[in-house]
């Protein structure tokens, strides 16, 4: 299906703009020393079971910003501000919120690490599981999580130009399938223009741990950030091949349940993955932004503009091989650019100097 073709369909271009975002953003909370905190998640807050926009993430200390459904990046961003200012008026006055992905020095012990004190005890047994099969180290680490969603008006015209598909819910899961292989594939551009944890302070590695021994651009996004492990394989040719491989990793024992299956992209659409056959794709959650450490709210609106256009672009082009090979591709590509030292040029220059170059073509055709 040629989207490109779609997309510049006279009936289509008034919609291409338009788009639901949402965003979540983790913070340590630490001292001010740059010591991680020691207090529980202040009761002010109230229930953070059910706090809409004010949760913890895996340990006691790791507040999760939760912006509601936006129709613009610049709403959004309004109401990250607000939570954020909320949060951070509300933490006691010796602490801060770190404002990097990589965590404050951390405990020697690993006990003093405290998991998040949840109601729900399944949940807690949860993060048990997770320090014990990753290392409660790795899920210190923090990030931004951008949610983002076509309009459905655009689904709709876009649906409507075409004839290969007959249902309008399963065309949208078809665009959201193509659009998280090409992101998964160019995701390395992500990791080059915003990668923001070059180095860790102490406490993240061991001493015995496999460590970089100079800085790189992401210690989040390569393979010293948090990952599944590599016998974890799952193929994103369509929706029920991804299905079927993350159901077969549970069955096999290598994932718990399927929530611990955790990517680069996440694909949403009820409650739970379960759910995706019967609700479709409905949005798609790009998991991989290191924290700004040069705003106060951690990403900018320049950085959500660009996502926006970027996610107009996986749409817009094509891919250029088969499905897993296209994904694995983009994987090699990922590590390389992570590992890198941020003051070196990549090899990957050419490519990305042809991604700006199409990018702005597509926004002129549109």
């Not at 047994?125 to 180290?137: I, V």
């Amino acid at each position: 299906m040629n989207y490109r073709e779609l997309m510049q369909k006279k009936n289509v271009r008034p919609y291409v703009l338009m788009a639901r975002f949402g965003l979540e953003k983790e913070n340590q909370r630490s001292t001010r020393e740059g010591l991680l905190a020691t207090t529980d998640h202040p009761t002010v807050f109230g229930n953070r079971s059910y706090h809409p926009y004010i949760q913890t993430d895996f340990s006691e200390t790791q507040l999760e910003l939760i912006t509601p459904v936006a129709n613009s990046g610049t709403e959004m961003l309004r109401f990250l501000d607000a939570i954020h200012d909320v949060a951070r008026r509300s933490i006691p006055e010796d602490e801060m919120l770190w404002p990097l992905s990589m965590p404050p020095r951390l405990p020697t012990k690993d006990e003093e690490i405290k998991i998040a004190k949840l109601d729900q005890y399944d949940a807690v047994l949860y993060r048990r599981y997770l320090a014990k099969e990753y290392g409660k180290r790795k899920q210190m680490v923090s990030g931004i999580h951008f949610n983002f969603e076509y309009d459905q008006a655009l689904i709709q015209q876009l649906y409507d130009e075409q004839s290969e598909v007959t249902d309008c819910k399963q065309f949208k899961t078809k665009v959201y399938m193509k659009v998280a292989r090409n992101f998964l594939r160019y995701r390395w551009l992500i990791t080059y223009l915003f990668g923001a944890s070059p180095v860790s302070e102490d406490g993240y590695f061991r001493v015995y741990d496999d460590q970089p021994q100079e800085p790189i651009r992401s210690i989040r996004n390569s393979t010293y950030g948090y990952r599944n492990h590599d016998n974890v394989k799952v193929s994103y040719a369509s929706l029920e091949r991804y299905l079927e491989d993350i159901h077969r990793m549970v069955e096999n024992g290598l994932l718990s349940e399927e929530k611990e299956f955790y990517a680069p992209v996440r694909l949403r659409g009820g409650k739970q993955m379960s759910d995706l056959p019967k609700t479709g794709i409905r949005y798609i959650e790009l998991r991989n932004l290191d924290l700004n450490p040069f705003s106060r709210l951690g990403i900018v609106e320049d950085t959500v503009d660009f996502l926006h256009y970027f996610m107009l672009y996986l749409l817009w082009t094509d891919e250029k091989e088969e499905a897993d090979e296209w994904v694995k591709t983009g994987d090699i590509f990922n590590e390389q650019v992570a590992l890198g030292h941020p003051h070196e040029t990549i090899k990957l220059i050419a490519e990305g100097d042809r991604i700006f170059s199409e990018m702005i073509d597509m926004l002129d055709a549109l």
